[in-house]
């Protein structure tokens, strides 16, 4: 077990509230590739062409490609011992998990309050009637997605230039204000307005604890950095923790 930092280790003997906001690099010891960066998804795909909902309006059979691709892979992963740790400490904590992916890794590892920010890739809805088409309950036609009324049936992710869902994204701000511990994992931190919420969480007095294998936007304010994989580190934490509690 690789060692923690001290000031952490002291939070988490004092701490109630733990609060995680994570990113794509929370599930890339799963196999599920990032969006920037090396391997990331948009350096074989351009965003604009893809994540945006012009895009999709112009060219609905490339869009729901790249998204049937991305089904496919994460429909063979699984939770890895970051997201098991996450949804273990729970037994010793208030724990609140605030994500930007769609991949329903958290929910399946077993974690019980969720805030997803840019939607679930499992969920469909029609753009003409918003009739729900939910994990994969709907024909494929040519390729082109469509529903009994007629119109283009869509994945229920957030594009760039919309909304985030409201409730998701305030209840998860708030939790967020409230907790004592911000973990901030696997996010290049830089898709706004999700990165606001380490922020205001600093702003309210949470200790900030960044777990990623580079410097980002966000290092600089957070109170511990640790430059690691979050599935090793957050192993380490659940480790700790169970010593702490004497187990
Ligand atoms: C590891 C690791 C390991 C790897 N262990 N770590 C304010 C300022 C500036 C811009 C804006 C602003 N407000 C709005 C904007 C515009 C825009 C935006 O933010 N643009 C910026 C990119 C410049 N935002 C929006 O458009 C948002 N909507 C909005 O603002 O609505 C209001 C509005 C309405 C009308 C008009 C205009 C505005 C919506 C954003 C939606 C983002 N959607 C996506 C796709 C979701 C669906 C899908 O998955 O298909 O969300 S884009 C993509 O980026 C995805 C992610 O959730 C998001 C964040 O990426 P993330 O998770 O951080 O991944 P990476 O790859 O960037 O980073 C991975 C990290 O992991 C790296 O740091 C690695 O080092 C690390 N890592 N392995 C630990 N093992």
Same mark, same amino acid.
């Given at each position: ?8 280790? =002291?939070?988490?003997?004092?701490? #109630? ?13 799963? *196999? +599920? ?7 990331? +998804? ?5 965003? /604009?062409?893809? @994540? ?8 609905? /059979?490339?869009?729901?490609?790249? !998204? ?14 970051? %997201?098991?740790?996450? @949804? =273990?400490? /729970? #037994?010793?904590?208030?724990? /609140? ?8 890794? %958290? ?7 969720? !805030?997803?920010? %840019?939607?679930? +890739?499992? #969920? ?8 729900? !088409? ?13 529903? =009994? ?11 760039? *230039? ?12 708030? @939790?967020? #204000? ?17 990165? !606001? +919420? ?48 004497? =187990?």
């Amino acid at each position: 077990m690789a060692e923690l930092p001290i000031q952490l280790i =002291e939070r988490l003997e004092s701490s #109630k509230r733990l609060v995680f906001f994570t990113g794509a690099g929370m599930s890339a010891e799963s *196999g +599920i590739p990032t969006f920037r960066g090396e391997d990331g +998804i948009w350096k074989k795909f351009k965003p /604009e062409e893809l @994540a945006n909902f012009n895009a999709f309006r112009k060219n609905p /059979e490339l869009v729901w490609e790249w !998204y049937k691709y991305r089904r496919e892979i994460i429909s063979n992963t699984r939770p890895n011992p970051g %997201h098991l740790a996450i @949804a =273990e400490l /729970e #037994k010793y904590y208030s724990v /609140e998990v605030i994500t930007q992916n769609v991949d329903n890794l %958290h929910r399946r590892a077993g974690s019980k309050i969720i !805030y997803e920010l %840019h939607g679930n +890739i499992e #969920k469909n809805y029609c753009i003409k009637c918003n009739k729900r !088409y939910d994990f994969f309950d709907f024909k494929l036609i040519d390729n082109k997605n469509i529903c =009994e009324c007629g119109g283009f049936i869509r994945p229920d992710v957030v594009w760039f *230039g919309e909304n985030l869902p409201l409730d998701q994204f305030n209840n998860g701000e708030e @939790a967020a #204000k409230w907790s004592d511990i911000l973990f901030v994992v696997g996010t290049s931190a830089v898709v706004y307005p999700a990165a !606001y +919420i380490p922020y205001e969480a600093k702003k309210a007095g949470s200790f900030l604890v960044e777990i990623n294998l580079d410097e980002t936007e966000i290092s600089s304010i957070c109170d511990i950095n640790i430059f690691g994989k979050a599935g090793e580190t957050l192993s380490d934490i659940l480790s700790k923790v169970k010593q702490i509690k004497g =187990e």
